[in-house]
C-alpha cells in the first residue's frame, strides 16, 4: 500500500462525502435552514462538539454540514453515485442503475422506493425526484456511524423518523427503529467499510445477493477471508483502493471509467513476481484476481441462480410462500421466484479487456439463446483471463418485440394497484412499468433465460492460499482452455502436469 495514496485518499474521504478542507461560509441558496455559524475543523475530527441541532428532518442536517463543507453537495451531484446515469463513451449507451436491466431486482425505474433505499440522497420517490436540490444530499449514509444510522429498506433514500418504528418487510418481525438524528450527526467521521457497505454488501435486495465478493462478512473480516481488508492484516478500508477526488469516486467498470487495480499499488520495487520469470509472464495473460481469488463467496454463501417464472405462490392467507433449505438460504419466495445459492464457489473464467456490454429495454434480444445482460468483452488478443461470477436467472421479456421488460414489482404508493408485488400479475406489472420507462410494449410477454457477469475483485487470499500451477496446469485443472480458445491441442499441452 503506498503511504502517499492513503494520505491522499483520507485527504479526501474518499466514499462519500469528504470531510475536507473547510472554511466558514454561508450556506448555498437553496439551503433553507440557516445553521449557526460553524468553527474551522481538520479532517476526520470529532464532531460531536460542532455539531448543536436540533434537526427536525434530515435534509436540515445536510444544511448545517454545507455551512462548513460549501462545496460537498455540487460534487457530489456531479458523481454517478447521485445521478445513476453514465453515457458509455464507447457505445453511446445510457447506463448507469436507471437504464440497465439486471437478472436479479430487474429494473429501477417503477420500484425508486425501494430501489432507492441505497440512494446518496434523500426521498427519490419516482422520475420527478429534484437531482438539483443540494438539501436532499445524504451526507449521513456515507459519514455517520452506521449502528446509529440506517436508511429504511423502503424509505426511497430516507431514515425512519418520528417515534414509531417500522416493520420490513412485511409480517417479518425485523423493525427499523427511529433515527436520532442529532446523534448521527455529531458521529459523522470518515467512511468505514460499514458505510460503504451498507449499500454495497447488501445489492440486490439483500446480504450477500449480487457481487459474490462483497457482503457482510467483510465488515469485519480476517486476513483469510481478505488479506486486504482483514482486521488481523492490513486492516485496510473501502476508501483506501477506492479513492478520488470531489467526491467521484474510482473503481466503476463502465468503458472509460476511472478504475483502479491492483497494479496501481503492487508496482515499482513491490512489482509482484520480480526474480520469477514464469509467473512474470502469466502475468502478461492472466489478471492477478485470477490466482489470488481461487473462490468467492468465502465468508457466506451468495445467491447464483434466480428465476422469475416461478414467483406468484401464495398460501390460503393470499401471502407468499417462503422455502429454506436446511442451511437456512432461501429457495422460494413467492414475491421472487426460485433461488440457488452456494459457498466458497469458483470462478467462471473469462478474456476481459475491461469492456463490458449492458442492456437496456432499447436493446434487441436473440430469445433462442441465454440473453448475456453484462457481457465482459475480450479475446487472447487483448484481455487477461479473469475470473467472473456469473449470475444466471430466468425473467420476462416482451415476445414480440424481442427486448426485455422492466417491470413495476414494489407498489410505488398506496394506490399502486399494478405491482406485481400486490397483484401478482405480471401482466399488469409490464404495462406499467414500461409505461414509467417510456418504452414500448407489445402487450405479450415470455419468460428468457439470462445471465450477467461480476467481476471479482475483493476476498483477496493470502499469497499462501493463492492457485499453485496444478489448480490450472492439470487434466482436471479449473481453465477449459479450449472455451477459452485455444485449439484442442494447445490445451492438452497446457493441461500437462508442470515439472
Known amino acids: 500500500m503506498r503511504t502517499g495514496h492513503v494520505v491522499s485518499v483520507l485527504a479526501i474521504g474518499a466514499l462519500g462525502f469528504a ?23 481538520a479532517v476526520g475530527q470529532d464532531h460531536s462538539a460542532l455539531i448543536a441541532g436540533p434537526f427536525a428532518k434530515p435534509q436540515e442536517v445536510t444544511a448545517a454540514c454545507l455551512g462548513c463543507h460549501s462545496d460537498a453537495s455540487d460534487q457530489v451531484m456531479k458523481t454517478v453515485h447521485w445521478t445513476w446515469t453514465y453515457k458509455d463513451p464507447t457505445t453511446g449507451q445510457d447506463l448507469g442503475k436507471k437504464n440497465v436491466i439486471n437478472n436479479f431486482c430487474i429494473s429501477l425505474p417503477a420500484n425508486e422506493p425501494r430501489c432507492t433505499s441505497c440512494h446518496i440522497g434523500y426521498g427519490y420517490t419516482d ?41 420490513f418487510p412485511a409480517g417479518s418481525g425485523v423493525m427499523f427503529q427511529p433515527v436520532d438524528l442529532l446523534k448521527a450527526a455529531q458521529s459523522v467521521r470518515l467512511p468505514d467499510r460499514g458505510n460503504c457497505g451498507s449499500c454495497h454488501f447488501n445489492g440486490g435486495g439483500g446480504d450477500a445477493v449480487k457481487h459474490g465478493d462483497l457482503d457482510t462478512t467483510l465488515t469485519n473480516p480476517p486476513r483469510t477471508l481478505d488479506v486486504h481488508m482483514g482486521t ?18 474510482a473503481g466503476r467498470i463502465y468503458t472509460g471509467e476511472k478504475r483502479i487495480g491492483c497494479v496501481d499499488c503492487h508496482t515499482g520495487v513491490s512489482a509482484p513476481h520480480q526474480g520469477n520469470p514464469v509467473l512474470a509472464r502469466h502475468a502478461q495473460k492472466i489478471a492477478c484476481q485470477t490466482c489470488h481469488i481461487p473462490a468467492f463467496a468465502r465468508g457466506q454463501a451468495t445467491k447464483m441462480t434466480w428465476d422469475w417464472s416461478t414467483a406468484g405462490q401464495l398460501d390460503a392467507n393470499g401471502k407468499p410462500i417462503m422455502k429454506k433449505d436446511a442451511e437456512g438460504h432461501v429457495i422460494y419466495d413467492g414475491q421472487k421466484g426460485s433461488f440457488t445459492s452456494a459457498k466458497d464457489v469458483i470462478p467462471t473464467y473469462r478474456w476481459w479487456n475491461g469492456t463490458t456490454n449492458y442492456l437496456t429495454v432499447k436493446d434487441k434480444i436473440d430469445p433462442s439463446k441465454v440473453v448475456n445482460l453484462a457481457a465482459a468483452k475480450g479475446s487472447r488478443s487483448d484481455g487477461l483471463i479473469t475470473p467472473f461470477k456469473v449470475f444466471t436467472g430466468k425473467q420476462p421479456y416482451d415476445s414480440v418485440n424481442n427486448t426485455m421488460v422492466a417491470p413495476n414489482l414494489f407498489p410505488n404508493n398506496p394506490s399502486d394497484n399494478d405491482a406485481y408485488w400486490k397483484t401478482y400479475d405480471w401482466q399488469r406489472a409490464i404495462t406499467s412499468g414500461m409505461k414509467t420507462v417510456g418504452a414500448p410494449y407489445s402487450g405479450q410477454y415470455a419468460f428468457v433465460a439470462t445471465e450477467f457477469s461480476w467481476v471479482q475483485n475483493h476476498m483477496v487470499a493470502p499469497k499462501e492460499n493463492a492457485l499453485s500451477c496444478d489448480d490450472c496446469h492439470s487434466a482436471k485443472g479449473r481453465l477449459d482452455f479450449v472455451a477459452l480458445g485455444y485449439s484442442a491441442d494447445e490445451a492438452k499441452k497446457l493441461q500437462a502436469p508442470r515439472k
Open 232 to 249: 488481523d492484516g492490513a486492516n485496510m478500508t473501502c476508501v483506501d483502493c477506492h479513492g478520488g477526488s470531489s467526491h467521484e469516486i
Open 127 to 167: 422520475a420527478q425526484f429534484d437531482f438539483t436540490n443540494a438539501n436532499n444530499v445524504d451526507c449521513l449514509v456515507c459519514h455517520a456511524d452506521p449502528k446509529v444510522y440506517k436508511k429504511f429498506p423502503a424509505g426511497a433514500g430516507l431514515p425512519v423518523l418520528g417515534e414509531a418504528a417500522k416493520e
Open 19 to 41: 470531510l475536507a478542507s473547510c472554511a466558514t461560509s454561508a450556506p448555498p441558496p437553496k439551503v433553507a435552514y440557516q445553521p449557526p455559524k460553524a468553527p474551522v475543523h
